[in-house]
């Protein structure tokens, strides 16, 4: 449990170096969005004085106050849950993120579950079955994980995507059928949903499968050399179970090191998003960024870094309830 | 079959004096790391000499080196006046890799762009790998609180998602994308964490060994047993965190690029041509849908390619630290002249020394140089 708290702090404290780095980005570095939006004002008319400070109240800033003071209102704000107002979709930053990230969430964490899991299993067998055909596969995923996410995604597009000009068995732009559905609880609208995710999901599982073959079958190997699989095979234990007893053991630092894994699916998910037109939070970031529309990229940041907070919990737990050794540590 | 464990106990007495003269390279010979260092060699050449062998500069376009379409509806016969859309031209003679959109030649910006994309990961990596020595050995030399404050430190960057916070930071400073070294820094800053963790927990493992205690105690300083006992023996694993990070750095650079953050080369300041740039131009202007397979797959295979290249490089590294990874290594030849089942029984992985394989697979003769 103690192990627990103290990652619990380490994310709090990654949590608030997250937030007063998007805070204090864009007082610090010259040019900043207050006098990128009076200019854009003042392009297509007069911006006095009202105008200035209605530009700095909407997107949150006071310049005229004391940066400790703004530092404290801000903080203030995001325990409300507000992360200001977006001045390109002209809504609040929070209930935008919120519209976005079921679509986020949804495709990564299936995707990464199902990765996760087969890439585990393909390691565990790479590693028993060494010297075998499969070893092809260590080249193999070697390349995927070379691959950028995006630069799979335009192949991935390109071969079975509708835009694509090949085979087109999967639609390859947007979340779903958006002029044959109605979005809400009904068949074709969840049919389509889960069609469009297909391809997304499938470059997001090929490009991150990779890493997890090849970890999980380095720690394998190792793990096959102990003493205990030697005893289990030696009482005469079925090839399963001694797989199994194995596979335990080494999944351990496979879960310990998730969090390192998870921060690059979520960052390759971005650009898969992008390629898509998938309506996540990723898609949303790039659109965010070609408007210059700061509110919502500093948003979009701190939601994304929770969002990465909270699974790195969620591994920290499961590792702490598969692990004995890690409860007793702490 | 059975182990022939006096070959795996027993070094072959000839085999030392062979091994002796290439201890220097200590790395398996394995084909998968020569191929690594192959591909990395060409990148690196290309890297160097790309911009003075392309044939154009990648930023000159050229009205001849697109194919105009005539929009439908204009034109004679219309009222309206005849209008045209470009069309790149497929790979020639004149071009190899054909033009773009732009009417640019695909070729030399492929070349060009390979200097910076390459540049910048092996600084970046570089300046991380130092961080990651920095405060990881220095962490798990000291112990006590320097080490409780430099791992929090480490933590909380571990578990910053990095790519986020380097759109984050490449979005305030747009005059990043200007300089390798400004890019690389951003890019070292979101980078060194995961290594540095690697390292304290290799140096705790090393601090309390004999032969540091020995130096401790014939009274070395603490910077020079750090420099001189301990980072030695650190070696393998920074080399392959070195490689880790470029990777990352090579693909986070990439990923900026694409999104648009780290400049464009005809904007002012000019940002510099890289493999992610041509990416973004692609993508901006639908050439998958186009069908211009010719100037959107080269950038993307390269970055694979090139990837693949550092990653086959660790696969060696990686052995080198855990012999028992060795043996899958072998080739079907090399493993039978040692004796050696490619398919371990369980608990006996062989121990691979390399000056056997050495011996074994080049046939040397003792004392050849």
């Given at each position: ?13 990654a ?13 610090v570095?010259p040019?900043?969005?207050v ?7 003042q ?23 004391s940066?400790?003071?703004?530092y ?10 507000n ?44 590693a028993w079955?060494?010297?075998?055909f ?54 074709p ?9 297909v ?50 053991n ?5 879960v ?8 690059l ?23 965010a ?9 500093q948003g ?14 969620l591994?920290?737990?499961?590792y ?8 007793l540590?702490? | 079959?059975?182990?022939n ?13 062979a ?21 990395l ?19 000159l376009?050229?009205?001849s ?57 092996l ?39 990095g ?31 995961y290594s ?44 392959a ?20 953050l ?15 740039y ?7 202007n ?11 797959a ?19 590294i990686?052995?080198?630290i ?14 039978r ?33």
């Open positions: 449990m103690r192990a627990l708290l103290r990652r619990l702090g380490v994310y709090l404290l949590a608030w170096v997250a937030v007063t780095v998007s805070f204090l980005l864009p007082r570095v040019g900043n969005p006098a990128g939006a009076i200019a854009r004002a392009s297509s008319g007069i911006c006095n004085a009202y105008c200035v400070k209605a530009i700095e109240e909407q997107l949150g800033f006071n310049v005229h106050t940066l400790w003071l703004q404290v209102q801000y903080l203030g704000n995001l325990v409300h849950g992360l200001g107002f977006s001045w390109s979709e002209n809504a609040p930053v929070t209930s935008l993120i919120a519209s976005y990230l079921p679509w986020t969430l949804g495709l990564l964490g299936v995707a990464t579950i199902l990765s996760f899991i087969g890439g585990t299993v393909i390691g565990v067998i790479m079955r060494r010297g075998s499969l070893d092809w596969l260590l080249p193999a995923a070697t390349f995927f994980q070379a691959i950028p996410y995006f630069f799979l995604a335009l192949v991935l597009v390109l071969i079975f995507g509708e835009t694509g000009s090949m085979l087109k068995w999967f639609p390859s732009l947007y979340g779903y059928d958006i002029y044959g559905v109605d979005p809400g609880m009904n068949l609208y969840i049919a389509s949903i889960i069609g469009h995710a391809l997304p999901a499938l470059t997001v599982i090929l490009a991150s499968m990779g890493g997890f073959i090849l970890s999980m079958r380095n720690q394998m190997i190792t793990t096959m050399d102990e003493d205990f699989v030697l005893v289990a095979r030696a009482k005469g234990l079925h090839t399963g179970k001694v797989v199994w007893y194995a596979a335990r080494a999944l351990l630092p496979c310990s090191n998730f969090s390192v894994a998870i921060s699916v979520v960052a390759g998910q971005i650009l898969v998003e992008i390629v898509f037109n998938y309506p996540g939070i990723g898609y949303h970031l790039y659109g960024l070609g408007a210059l529309d700061y509110t919502l990229v979009i940041f701190v939601v994304i870094t929770l969002v990465v907070l909270a699974a790195n919990l591994a920290d737990t499961v702490v309830l598969i692990d004995p050794r890690a409860r540590e702490a | 079959m059975a182990l464990t006096t070959i795996l106990s027993e070094p072959n007495p000839t085999a030392s004096a091994a002796l003269t290439s201890r220097a390279l200590r790395l398996p010979r394995s084909p998968k790391v020569i191929a690594g260092l192959v591909i060699v060409v990148f690196a050449v290309i890297a160097v000499i790309g911009a003075w062998i392309a044939p154009y500069s990648p930023n376009t050229n009205e080196w697109v194919q105009h379409i005539l929009v439908a509806g204009t034109g004679p016969g219309t009222h309206l006046k005849a209008d045209y859309y470009p069309l790149p031209l497929p790979p020639s003679g004149a071009h190899w890799l054909g033009t773009t959109v732009f009417a640019q030649d695909v070729w030399s910006q492929l070349l060009v762009s390979t200097q910076a994309t390459v540049a910048v990961g600084l970046a990596a570089a300046i991380s790998t130092a961080l990651s020595i920095i405060v990881g050995v220095t962490a798990g030399y000291l112990g006590g609180g320097a080490d409780e404050g430099l791992s929090l430190v480490g933590n909380v960057f571990l578990a910053i998602p790519l986020p916070l380097l759109i984050v930071l490449a979005d305030y400073v747009p005059a990043a994308g200007t300089s390798v070294f400004l890019v690389s820094l951003i890019i070292a800053i979101t980078a060194w964490a540095s963790r690697v390292l304290r927990a290799q140096t705790l493992s090393l601090r309390n060994r004999d032969f540091v205690e020995a130096a401790r105690v014939s009274g070395e300083g603490r910077v020079r047993i750090i420099l001189f006992e301990i980072l030695p023996n650190l070696i393998p694993i920074v080399a965190s070195f490689l880790f990070t470029t990777l990352y750095a090579i693909g986070a650079y990439v990923a900026i690029s694409f999104l648009g780290a400049g464009s080369p005809t904007s002012s300041p000019p940002g510099l041509w890289n493999w992610g041509m990416l973004r131009e692609t993508f901006a639908d050439a998958v849908r186009g069908g211009w397979w010719w100037w959107w080269p950038p993307g295979l390269c970055i694979a390619l090139l990837g693949t290249g550092l990653a086959l490089l660790n696969f060696g990686d052995e080198f855990n012999p028992r990874l060795r043996v899958a290594g072998l080739s079907r030849k090399a493993a002249s040692l004796g050696i089942s490619r398919r371990p029984k369980l608990g006996l992985t062989p121990v691979v020394r390399r000056d056997m394989i050495n011996v074994d697979v080049t046939g040397a003769e003792p004392g050849t140089p």
